[in-house]
């Protein structure tokens, strides 16, 4: 008797440890044995390319962090290991993003442990979320709270760069304070700052221009009007690398002549970063310890916003790509990927990283074949904290602030609000809740933008379109499913419409959209038979779907009548009236 159940035990296991469910848990099982030399050739190419990206926007973004520069870099390469054992596409790169960067601000204000034990936190967050198979709570941030998100977040990042392009000091860090002092102190701006983040901006968006304007390859073309069109990509693509390093050839000119009339970045800590456990504690700069609890309690609810955004921005990118070059993704191994990165992150001072939009567009149009890539970008940024920390001493925060600002702007997608009116314009009330919060907090922002989603799809619930019209009986069509929070409100349009008519009218309730119904639906549905049957009128059901035909009779409502069409409904309604004439 014992016998099956130990089979069925001895089946799952092996099921369980089978090499198909290993390659589930470990994709590079799936990719590693048909890795070839092209492969290699165009992951080579596509890891050099993204590396010369990541270097300078890493530097960039600990910057909006609020963080020493060199945190940047300690962030960007363990996401290239990890990805390539666990990630399921082959163009996401995963490392620091603008809006990740400013929601770490918005937590740990510039406290670099606290920053690494957020990432930590996080990670631990988004593999247990990975791991109970929580991806679908990610499908409750909608898309304008998610639009609206981004184009405060790109605004508030943009904007606070521009005093590192003025070179202004003692600018607070508060939006509306930013604002106000920036303006405020606008006449202490310094020349060399100013003309030098300028040129930078300009140089950067001719290049933008240039990348996006050039004309597809033609079979007729000549080989010197591809070698140009190869060389002008090549180059706007490295923009980023190219301007800080010549800004800090500049910076570096004038300072050897004494003449310091930039803003540099300044002294880093050069080298690999140590492979340690992540601090549970922080000093202060008086010597106040703070513990653990504390730094926790301090976190807020920006440790339930920052996993669900970086999760959202990392598969929103994946799933774009994917169907862009026609492969699927596994959501929930992304949510692994993701979590274990920032979890591993932290044991090398890393703050919390996600997928970045702009060096996964360059990864796939350089033609990565696989996750691969990612282990050459990883080693770039290695080589660069190894060696050429010395020379970040000289970059200008002016060229930093360029490179973010052209990063964060195509992120103000002002042609969507126009969308939005033109589609369903209850969609703009989310997105402006959402946009405005984010300028007092990020966080808030967020989370005023959930709520109001929530509530407007939670009435959407509670009130569902009902179509009535009038046949000698009345038809109600429900116009979307039957819960319980409508049932007092259905109960009202049959009381109003019907019940309480001089005279009482019969009602066929055409229920084809209704999938799913539960006990307070069916204790309703049985008070208004009752209620018709004392008015000597009939309730009568129309079009149910076989799994809730069989919830209504197993329910024993007394004087169900149910049809299989409105027709069949409306003609045994006309009989009945009939009888009684």
């Known amino acids: 008797m014992d016998q099956p159940l130990l089979r069925q035990l001895s089946d799952s296991s092996q099921g369980c440890c089978s090499y198909s ?52 870099l300690y962030s960007a390469f363990m996401g290239g290991f990890i990805y390539s054992l666990l990630g399921t596409s082959k163009d996401v790169t995963l490392g620091p993003t603008a809006i990740m960067s400013l929601l770490c601000f918005s937590v740990v204000g510039g406290h ?5 034990l957020l990432s930590l936190l996080c990670g631990l967050i988004q593999a247990v979320m990975a791991l109970l198979r929580l991806g679908f709570l ?15 977040a790109a605004i508030t990042i943009g904007f606070g760069q521009v005093k590192n392009i003025l070179g202004l000091k003692g600018v607070p860090q508060e939006f509306f304070l930013q604002v106000y002092y920036t303006f405020y102190k606008i006449s202490e701006a310094r020349i060399g700052d100013t003309v030098l983040g300028l040129l930078c901006l300009a140089l950067l968006i001719v290049l933008v221009v240039m990348k996006n304007n050039l004309s597809s390859e033609d079979s007729d073309d000549s080989s010197c009007s591809r070698a140009a069109r190869k060389l002008v990509w090549t180059v706007a693509t490295m923009r980023n690398a190219l301007v800080v390093v010549a800004a800090s050839c500049v910076a570096f000119s004038w300072d050897a002549y004494g003449y310091h ?17 992540p601090p549970t504690s922080d000093i202060t700069a008086n010597g106040t310890v703070i513990s653990f609890r504390e730094i926790v309690e301090g976190f807020g609810g920006g440790l339930a916003v920052i996993p669900f955004m970086g999760l959202l921005e990392s598969i929103a990118i994946a799933k774009a790509f994917a169907s862009q070059n026609d492969y699927r993704i596994d959501a929930n191994q992304e949510l692994l990927a993701i979590g274990v990165t ?3 992150g932290s044991f090398v001072s890393a703050y919390p990283v996600t997928g970045s939009f702009g060096r996964t567009a360059v990864n796939s149009q350089t033609g990565v074949c696989s996750p691969a890539g990612g282990i050459v970008t990883s080693v770039i940024v290695l080589l660069s904290l190894a060696f050429l920390m010395p020379a970040f001493y ?70 569902p379109q009902i179509k009535v019209s009038d046949h000698g009986v009345l038809v109600m069509e429900l116009g979307s499913g039957l819960s319980f929070p409508a049932t007092e409100y259905l109960s009202r349009i049959i009381h109003t419409q019907a019940l309480q008519a001089s005279p009482p009218q019969s009602v066929v309730l055409d229920c084809h959209h209704v999938s799913v119904i539960d006990y307070s639906v069916v204790s309703e549905l049985s008070d208004l038979l009752r209620q018709f049957k004392l008015r000597e009128v009939r309730l009568v059901f129309s079009r149910l779907r076989p799994s809730v035909l069989d919830v209504l009779l197993a329910s024993d409502l007394q004087g169900l009548t149910y049809t299989d069409t409105v027709e069949a409904a409306l003609q045994m309604e006309s009989r009945g009236l009939r009888k009684d004439q």
């Open 21 to 72: 469910t290993l390659k589930s848990w470990l994709p590079v099982l799936s990719w590693l044995p048909r890795y070839n030399r092209k492969w290699l050739q165009m992951d080579l190419l596509a890891g050099l390319t993204v590396g010369l990206t990541t270097v300078p926007q890493a530097l960039a973004y600990a910057e909006v962090a609020g963080l020493p520069v060199q945190y940047g």
């Open 112 to 116: 670099p442990n606290q920053a690494v």
């Open 138 to 152: 990610l499908d409750f941030i909608s898309y304008p709270v998610i639009k609206g998100f981004t184009c405060a």
């Open 261 to 277: 009339v930039f803003t540099i970045t300044g002294k880093t800590s050069q080298g690999l970063p140590p492979f340690k456990p």
């Open 342 to 344: 920032n979890i591993m």
């Open 394 to 463: 000289y970059i200008p925060k002016a060229s930093l602030a360029a490179v973010i600002i052209c990063a964060v702007s195509p992120m103000v997608d002002y042609p969507v609000v126009a969308k939005m009116w033109r589609t369903r314009k209850l969609d703009l009330l989310p997105f402006l809740v959402t946009f405005l919060m984010s300028f007092w907090q990020v966080q808030y922002g967020i989370v005023g933008g959930v709520a109001v989603s929530g509530a407007l799809l939670l009435y959407n619930t509670a009130r």
